[in-house]
């Protein structure tokens, strides 16, 4: 099989194995088939495109006002909508020639996938399962599926760059002791080569400019079980660019996280990176993963009139309480929320983070508050006719009014703590200058980064980012 892989190529063997159709080589190309065709400069920020609350007017304003020349575009766990809004804008504006595409591959979400291809995910020893709802694969089948639809949905027939995905997502399935790391890892690097020799025959057909990978490991101490050694790759890439024919490799970028308290990718993947002709994207500029938690490197305003939602809100519950004339739903949702508030505003400063607070929410708060008052929110008390919102899920609509102005008032305490322990450490320095922009400051100066990745979906990101999107 290793034999027929060499002399047919790993992809003409895989629609021997699998029927999966495989577009053959064109023989006369335009200048972005040409194998190795050379990437743009980079603006220094690129638009990142995760999320699906994209603003059209956001990023339509991002790419012909200030210099934008990349995109990253990728689904994750979601079924591709960010990629057809932003395949449907470089239409519209007529742009696909004046940015590079990033995508990345390796999350395979079930409800994307055809009954055949949960059968072979389900049947494949290179599937990890994250979750009932999720899988992670890097087999090229899998990422010539992937490819396919990110493509169409897209409105192109070639990506600038195609990352592999936190491939390390094996090493976390994998490895259940420490004696495992050394064979598991092994294991992983033998995946990522074989990932390599269908990458480089797609960069041989035209549909791939280039390729490397996006890991979180790339971030983390090399002593992490989860770290992903990276010195190797280029090897690799080498030897499965021999193996197809071509005369160099294509590996040519990594992405990780970076920012002012996740350091370590910073100082040693992206430095060696730069030493050896790679490019280094940077993603998670303004949010870092540290000792458990997420904190938001950016600056919000509090909410000025909290104290009065607050006592507002405790104001309606106590009103519905003494209407209620003894109804015991009424009054056991009443006290429920009345608990909710108080210890919530009790705890407003120890959430570090409005993803913490987001977790609790979703984890302990909301399940509580409909345990409590399911029956109540749900039916009405008091349901009148004609077009009044029945009693019991008005009181649903104030209470969630409230968490919603609660998030916004974490968030800006929060970020004020975290603010201040950077002007602690001295990580930034000037008192005056928002900590977002000094954030990306940081990132868009450090020699080894080639450009950072930002969500811009309203017009404050793009304010933030302005006076960085110089080529």
Not at 20 to 43: E, G, N
């Amino acid at each position: 099989y290793q034999r027929r892989v060499r002399e047919k190529g790993v992809l003409s063997m895989l629609v021997h194995r699998t029927g999966t159709r495989i577009a053959q080589p064109r023989r006369s190309v335009s200048l972005h088939y040409l194998p190795f065709a050379s990437l743009r400069t980079w603006s220094k920020i690129g638009l990142g495109c995760y999320k699906l609350s994209q603003n059209e007017e956001v990023l339509t304003k991002s790419l012909k006002e200030t210099g934008v020349n990349l995109i990253e575009a990728t689904s994750g766990f979601s079924g591709g909508e960010n990629e057809a809004l932003i395949g449907e804008l470089l239409q519209k504006l007529n742009w696909r020639s004046k940015v590079d595409l990033v995508s990345r591959f390796g999350y395979v979400p079930k409800k994307t996938l055809s009954e055949r291809l949960k059968n072979e995910l389900d049947l494949s020893p290179e599937t990890v399962l994250l979750d009932p709802d999720n899988y992670h694969s890097i087999h090229p089948t899998f990422m010539l599926y992937q490819l396919d639809g990110i493509l169409q949905r897209l409105g192109t027939d070639y990506l600038d760059v195609f990352l592999i995905n936190n491939p390390e997502c094996f090493l976390a399935s994998y490895i259940e002791k420490d004696s495992d790391v050394q064979e598991v890892r092994q294991e992983l690097m033998r995946r990522i080569e074989n990932s390599f020799l269908a990458l480089e025959e797609l960069v041989q057909q035209g549909k791939i400019k280039t390729y490397g990978i996006s890991s979180n490991s790339f971030s983390q101490p090399a002593d992490q079980k989860l770290f992903l050694p990276y010195e190797g790759l280029l090897d690799m890439a080498q030897r499965a660019s021999k193996k197809v024919g071509n005369n160099q490799h294509s590996f040519k970028v990594v992405q990780m996280p970076g920012n002012l308290l996740e350091r370590d990718g910073l100082d040693n993947c992206a430095l060696w990176a730069t030493k050896n002709d790679v490019r280094v994207l940077i993603n998670r500029p303004l949010n870092a993963a540290v000792q458990g938690k997420l904190l938001v490197l950016a600056d919000f305003p509090q909410v000025a009139d909290y104290k009065e939602a607050l006592n507002s809100t405790r104001n309606h519950f106590a009103e519905r309480l003494k209407k209620a004339e003894g109804d015991v739903d009424v009054g056991k949702a009443c006290h429920a929320i009345e608990r909710v508030i108080v210890e919530l505003d009790r705890m407003i400063h120890s959430f570090d983070s409005v993803l913490h607070f987001d977790q609790a929410l979703l984890n302990s708060i909301v399940p509580y508050i409909y345990r409590m008052c399911n029956k109540h929110f749900n039916e009405g008390e008091g349901t009148t006719t004609g077009q009044e919102i029945p009693a019991g899920r008005r009181d649903a609509m104030v209470l969630f009014d409230f968490l919603d102005l609660f998030a916004h008032q974490v968030k800006a305490l929060s970020s004020a703590k975290v603010r201040r322990e950077l002007l602690s450490s001295k990580l930034i320095e000037d008192n005056s200058v928002p900590t977002q922009e000094q954030a990306l400051a940081f990132l868009t100066k450090h020699p080894a980064v080639t450009s950072v990745l930002l969500e811009m979906t309203r017009p404050e990101h793009l304010s933030n980012a302005s006076k960085f999107l110089k080529h």
